[in-house]
């Protein structure tokens, strides 16, 4: 299943969640539509005869109470989502976890930064937040997020103590898979939607401890605390209902994205090692992927099974077959010679020396392949390439872009040092923000002078988790200072545009997560126009002489849409035209965006070479249209 299989396997997964969320809420309204019909019957039969009974309209009673469930159930939904609607970070938090300093010098910290950082990378996504579940001394993880740009990536202790650097890659290889393949937004929402079947059984649950801590005796007329405690005990009875639906839920949409986000890893880091390793020592440890806090909430979004329910409600396959489906020779009896010492209180993971990496080269011609299904499914040699070129960025900058200085280092990015237009550009950055932040931006453009273009989306990714915890009216200010930075002069290049537009969508995309739209309808045929646009943007930016761009154009066009004939007409505001196509083409259905990728690449290839500026402006087209991909690979022959 390559990416586009898999985000429309995730839309089909959306449209069964809400179906079987319908059902579980006719059930649990059935049920209870039941009870009180036959609790109000029962007390009109001792007064009433048969006939009379039969002529009691219970219609309105069944109404009405349908009609409060319901009210109930979804508005315990819309609360519960409305509480997510800030993305990953909030799941996290909500789950003990802490987030990670960027000045941390905590070096299992570091490492883990390092790794996520390097994977990013290597995927073509923003880099997530990252939180470490301190109190947990399983091993385990968890992506949360409605979009790769308001993603987080949570990792509990016991991870970081007992995995080495291999492991680690496997066990956020792993969530990446849930990150690029849209399992994360479909995870969120479930959340939300299960609280809301979990709220009458919750409700009843909150009652009866209500009753239990008040007392209560014999009154005139009866005992209200004891029917008010038979109410509940009915509505915990009822709500079993919820539970049940609840987890058969997370248990049907999750299983087999494990066992895809499982093969993705090892695809990912083109070794098994690393993530059978992490599934073994779950096995042979004590804790095994156990969770303490919100374990059931967050059950269907982890790397192990974290409540252990039985297999009809499991969200994992059992861990033996998921290591046996790694290493079909593996047998648990492996792993008892591991377990003493696994579980000693003093072990420590293998020191992590690092491989040696050669030097990242600026100067080395690009390579791709003519093919779309790269995207979204990085290998090994885009995660090799990923650690040369997060290795060779200054340590200075890796500071700056982590930590207070991530908004500067951005500004800094689209300022032009020595150009004419930077007395406009400084004397801008500091009617907004001041002269400090004007005299930072000055000395990191300094610095970034010596960065390969190749490096400075990459570098742009990381200072992302930076921003992400600001407030909306401080990402807007900042977002309009980038526009205008990357326009001072009318004239937009293309790395401006690149880092412009992919810093306005994923800044948007934090500003509203919830908005953030995974999965298109649109057909090809439904947007022509804004194909011919993309297309004839991408052949003129790549090819100086208009024969030639005209030549890569229609190569393009035979792949996407052969049948059309459209016509190759140079465009001159390409930034206006190009922003409005892929406003349209965003809506596009997942297996229809495939063979719009692979004309793409067709128009860039067409002549044989790829410039970096192609390279770049092709990633920002496909992360716009939410295929992320993998930095094009440096050629290995001078």
Not at 107 to 115: A, D, E, I, T
Not at 476 to 492: N, P, R, S, Y
Request: proline share 5%.
């Amino acid at each position: 299943m390559n990416f586009f299989e898999s985000q429309a396997h995730a839309r089909s997964s959306s449209r069964m969640l809400v179906w079987l969320f319908v059902i579980a809420v006719a059930l649990i309204v059935a049920a209870i539509d039941v009870v009180v019909v036959g609790a109000f019957g029962f007390h009109d039969s001792t007064r009433m005869t048969m006939d009379q009974l039969h002529r009691q309209d219970y219609s309105r009673v069944v109404v009405l109470t349908s009609l409060v469930t319901l009210a109930v159930i979804l508005v315990a939904s819309m609360v519960r989502t409305a509480t997510l609607r800030g993305g990953g970070g909030v799941v996290a938090r909500a789950a003990g976890g802490t987030l990670i300093s960027p000045d941390t010098l905590n070096p299992r910290y570091r490492r883990l930064r390092n790794v996520v950082e390097e994977i990013a990378i290597a995927s073509g996504v923003p880099v997530p937040e990252i939180y470490v579940l301190e109190q947990e001394p399983a091993i385990n993880a968890f992506a949360a997020g409605y979009s790769p740009a308001n993603a987080a990536i949570a990792v509990t202790r016991g991870s970081l103590e007992k995995l080495n650097r291999d492991e680690l890659q496997g066990v956020i290889a792993h969530e990446f898979s849930h990150i690029l393949n849209g399992d994360m937004r479909i995870s969120i929402r479930l959340m939300g939607l299960v609280f809301g079947l979990l709220v009458v059984h919750i409700i009843g649950r909150e009652v009866l401890n209500m009753v239990g801590r008040g007392g209560g005796g014999d009154r005139k007329g009866g005992n209200p605390v004891a029917a008010i405690a038979l109410v509940a005990i009915g509505l915990m009875i009822i709500g079993s209902i919820g539970v049940f639906m609840g987890r058969l839920i997370k248990a049907a949409v999750s299983r087999s994205r494990e066992s895809l986000a499982d093969a993705s890893a090892v695809q990912f880091t083109r070794q098994t090692k690393g993530i059978a390793g992490a599934l073994k020592k779950i096995a042979g440890i004590d804790e095994g992927s156990k969770l303490h806090k919100n374990a059931e909430e967050v059950s269907h979004m982890l790397f192990g099974d974290g409540i252990g329910l039985s297999s009809l409600f499991a969200t994992h396959p059992p861990i033996e077959k998921r290591i046996k489906a790694l290493e079909p020779s593996f047998n648990l009896k492996q792993i008892e010679g591991k377990r003493a010492e696994w579980n000693s209180p003093s072990y420590v993971v293998e020191d992590d020396v690092g491989s040696t990496m050669q030097a990242f080269d600026a100067g080395k011609r690009l390579k791709v392949a003519p093919t779309a299904l790269r995207v979204g499914e990085p290998a090994a040699a885009d995660f090799a390439h990923a650690e040369v070129l997060h290795q060779s960025l200054p340590e200075e900058l890796l500071v700056a872009a982590r930590g207070d200085q991530a908004a500067p280092l951005l500004m800094a990015l689209l300022i032009d040092i020595d150009g004419s237009t930077s007395g406009r550009q400084f004397a801008s950055i500091e009617s907004t923000y001041g002269a400090p932040i004007r005299d930072q931006v000055r000395e990191l453009g300094r610095r970034l002078e010596g960065l390969h273009p190749a490096q400075r989306l990459p570098l742009a990714s990381i200072a992302m988790p930076a921003l992400r915890s600001w407030p909306r009216d401080r990402l807007l200010k900042l977002v309009q200072t980038l526009t205008f930075l990357a326009q001072a002069d009318g004239q937009v290049g293309v790395f401006e545009y690149c880092l412009s537009k992919l810093l306005r969508d994923q800044l948007d995309e934090v500003l509203h997560p919830q908005a953030t739209s995974a999965f298109g309808a649109k057909s090809l045929d439904q947007c022509k126009r804004s194909i011919q646009v993309l297309l004839t943007v991408l052949a003129q930016q790549g090819h100086a002489d208009g024969s030639a761009a005209r030549a890569a154009y229609l190569a393009g066009l035979e792949i996407v849409l052969p049948r059309d004939g459209l016509p190759f007409k140079p465009i001159e505001n390409w930034i206006a035209a190009l922003d409005a196509a892929l406003d349209d083409l965003d809506g596009l259905k997942p297996l229809a965006t495939q063979p719009l990728i692979e004309a793409l690449l067709a128009v860039m290839h067409n002549d044989g070479q790829i410039t970096v500026a192609e390279a770049e402006l092709l990633r920002v087209v496909c992360a716009t249209l939410h295929c992320p991909l993998p930095p094009l690979l440096q050629d290995q022959t001078t």
